[in-house]
């Protein structure tokens, strides 16, 4: 039953995937989806940062990621590049979890 | 800037793929067996999704429970896909193919490059590099159980939120920007402990668009300049300072 489970979940997770590549290229053209399509890279990032450093499972945490994530701000302040600014977020929380 | 483009997705690529490890070792000591656990890596490859699908059968539900939490919490590639779409101008294989890894960061490194080119090279190189290293590291935690160390230990969780940083940074210097950016940090936020995990990001992100476009609609008079279309095309904003 559980490979009936992964079966299922593969083609389901898959299609939605296929599925969003495939809207045609007219609706793509109009100049509603080209507003929506320019707003959604900050609307996804922002909330994908929120989650990724403030949420344990359904619990709101604070914990050495918002360190790193502050380390990061700072780092992009200084106009450091990309992996600088990757490595000095990973550097900072796990120096902070060593202590 | 191809050869940072390369090194930025391989970047991300390792951080994101090494956490491959702690889904292998919670599916088989969640009541999987190895092979399960390689085959959600592989044919499901949506990390949310998998860790939903695992932590129901953990709990104890049905796997058919478990397939439409993770399928549910998988709705979010949908709009993913669309906003790639115009971006990647995938055909045929190409896209039957490509279809399978969009996830989150490969969707992320692809929107946050200056041209389409540079797009297409950080969606492949973010994508396969995590897909290879995920799998390869869900075998290797899958047999190793929890003997293998916890990837927080070395920051990696942080790491990844860095880089949604660094990604989101270049795009804020235009005020619907900002506030579509802060909107969805904050939505996603307070949603966390009422809603299933991965469902605050998708929703997040929903009402934040709806936010960003009530913005723009009073002001009719303001037509989009032809750069502004241009960049539109290819689902981009600002460049990097």
């Known amino acids: 039953m559980i490979w ?11 299609a939605l995937k296929l599925g969003g590549l495939s809207v045609p290229d ?17 609307a996804l990032l922002g909330a994908l940062i929120a ?23 700072v780092l992009l302040l200084l106009r450091a590049p990309f992996l600088v600014v990757v490595a000095g977020a990973a550097l900072t929380a796990a120096v902070l979890r060593l202590l | 800037m191809p050869r940072s483009v390369v090194a930025d997705s391989l970047g991300v690529g390792v951080a994101t793929g090494a956490y491959g490890v ?24 949506t990390g949310a999704s998998q860790f939903a699908f695992v932590g129901v059968i953990a709990a104890g539900g049905a796997p058919l429970a478990g397939a439409a939490t ?7 590639n949908l709009f993913y896909g669309i906003g790639l779409a115009p971006v990647l101008r995938l055909r045929g294989w190409r896209r039957v193919v490509g279809a399978q890894i969009v996830i989150d960061e490969s969707t992320a490194m692809a929107l946050g ?8 090279l950080a969606f492949r190189l973010t994508g396969w590099s995590i897909f290879v290293l995920w799998n390869l590291m869900t075998l290797a935690g899958a047999l190793a159980g929890t003997a293998i160390g916890d990837p927080r230990t070395f920051g990696l969780d942080a790491a990844v939120g860095g880089a949604f940083l660094a990604l989101l940074w270049p795009r804020l210097t235009a005020v619907p920007q900002r506030v579509v950016a802060v909107v969805g940090a ?30 723009r609609a009073p002001d009719a008079s303001h037509r989009a300049t032809p750069a502004e279309r241009a960049e539109g095309q290819v689902g981009r904003k600002e460049e990097r300072p």
Not at chain 1, 26 to 42: E, F, H, K, M, N
Not at chain 2, 193 to 212: D, K, N, Q, R, S
């Open chain 2, 22 to 45: 702690s889904f292998g070792a919670l599916a088989t000591t969640s009541g999987l067996d190895v092979w399960q656990a390689c085959a959600l890596s592989l044919l499901v490859f």
């Open chain 1, 4 to 14: 009936v489970g992964i079966i299922v979940t593969a083609v389901g997770c898959y």
């Open chain 1, 26 to 42: 007219r609706v793509l053209t109009r100049p509603l989806t080209q507003r929506v399509a320019l707003l959604i890279p900050p």
């Open chain 2, 113 to 120: 490059q200056r041209d389409r080119d540079d797009a297409r």
């Open chain 2, 70 to 76: 993770s399928i549910l919490l998988g709705s979010r």
């Open chain 2, 186 to 215: 904050a939505v996603a936020t307070g949603l966390v402990p009422f809603t299933a995990a991965g469902l605050p990001i998708i929703l997040g992100g929903a009402v934040a668009v709806c936010v960003g476009l009530l913005l």
């Open chain 1, 51 to 73: 989650v990724q450093v403030l949420a344990d499972g359904q619990r709101l945490v604070i914990d050495a990621r918002l360190a790193g994530l502050g380390a990061a701000v």
